[in-house]
């Protein structure tokens, strides 16, 4: 959607702070895990909501973005642009400011950790988790950034909807992303191990990967999905919902949210709730700033205080609001300001064409 007259921008704030939440008792040690999870004995937390919202939601948008480009250069320079430049940044201020925590015996800039560290997780597959020396004495050893997990598999995704490009015109590329989903749902539920070996190669995990590309490619099912009626909406929502919770409550939560929670996300997203609709004009869309810093500013604070889940949940997310803030208007938005630069190239070469003819 063009418009931003909707609740996505309100949606991904609430599933990064889900991610936070979830975060909270892992990275202080806490053997139990956030509440959501307790409800649901271990079969749904709020890092479950948040990441795979996160996933509906890309996938939506971002086969509406491809049925926009006027190329595959356009295509990817705006994928591009809304991954790097902010990965770029927190990677830099992770190695900068790394001596602060650091404790080994070697000086840090000469430990070799500490240079591959920006190159390795630039390349999204095979990221390095850690410089060695950083945040070992934590509860969550090693792990400088563990939310940048996903990123790989976003890419991945970024790059089979490029593969649509030459039939997104063709009225049966609907059925295409039909079979993308229901391909997906069998490998995961049933497959989740085929073909493992390959994913290995490229550092990633096969279960993973189809779990997710399910949520994606269920929001891109939502694209099709037409639905102006608010009350034939709200029944939907209500029913998805009704499913989600007995679904969970009988154990059977994995053979149905790949089909309830891109309902309910989507549906909601393209509602257009008063307030928390102009969240993205107030703000801006933190998100992604708040996801990818969320996890070194919580390991940061296990390190100096030791703080318990509540706290270090409280605490993170303000210190995380203030980071996707100032990532949003420092660094994300003037990149997106150069989004179209290949669209504005080709329409300055179609029209010098136009006046040579």
Excluded at 167 to 183: D, E, G, M
Excluded at 215 to 226: A, D, E, I, K, R
Excluded at 314 to 323: C, D, G, N, W
């Amino acid at each position: 959607m063009n418009s931003r007259i909707n609740n996505f921008d309100f949606l991904r704030f609430i599933f990064a702070s889900f991610v936070i939440i979830s975060h909270s008792y892992a990275l202080s040690g806490a053997a139990e895990g956030d509440l959501l999870s307790k409800l649901t004995n271990g079969q749904m937390g709020f890092s479950y909501i948040g990441v795979h919202g996160f996933f509906i939601i890309s996938g939506y948008l971002i086969l509406k973005s491809l049925l926009r480009c006027k190329g595959l250069a356009d295509y990817y320079w705006k994928r591009l642009l809304r991954l790097y430049p902010a990965l770029i940044v927190v990677l830099l201020l992770t190695v900068l400011l790394a001596p602060v925590v650091y404790e080994s015996s070697i000086p840090y800039w000469r430990n070799t950790s500490v240079y591959t560290y920006i190159p390795q997780n630039l390349t999204l597959f095979f990221r390095q988790k850690g410089i060695d020396g950083v945040f070992e004495s934590n509860p969550y050893k090693s792990s400088i950034n563990g939310s940048l997990w996903t990123i790989c598999y976003e890419f991945s995704m970024y790059v089979m909807v490029s593969s649509l490009f030459f039939i997104r015109k063709k009225s049966f590329v609907k059925i295409v992303v039909v079979l993308l989903f229901v391909a997906s749902y069998i490998l995961s539920v049933f497959q989740p191990y085929f073909m493992n070996g390959l994913f290995m190669k490229f550092e990633l995990g096969s279960g993973s990967f189809y779990n997710l590309m399910c949520f994606f490619t269920g929001g891109m099912v939502m694209t099709y999905l037409s639905i102006e009626n608010k009350k034939t909406k709200t029944i939907l929502i209500l029913l998805a919902l009704i499913i989600l919770m007995f679904s969970t409550y009988f154990g059977l939560l994995l053979y149905t949210c790949y089909l309830t929670l891109p309902i309910l996300v989507i549906l909601i997203g393209q509602s257009s709730t008063p307030y928390i609709n102009r969240l993205g004009e107030v703000v801006g869309d933190t998100s992604y700033g708040i996801y990818i810093y969320s996890f070194p500013i919580q390991q940061t604070l296990m390190y100096f205080y030791k703080m318990d889940p509540v706290t270090l949940m409280i605490i993170s997310m303000l210190l995380s609001f203030a980071a996707g803030y100032l990532s949003w208007h420092l660094v994300e938005k003037k990149a997106l300001g150069y989004k179209d630069l290949f669209s504005k190239k080709k329409l300055s070469r179609e029209s010098k064409t136009e006046i040579s003819l």
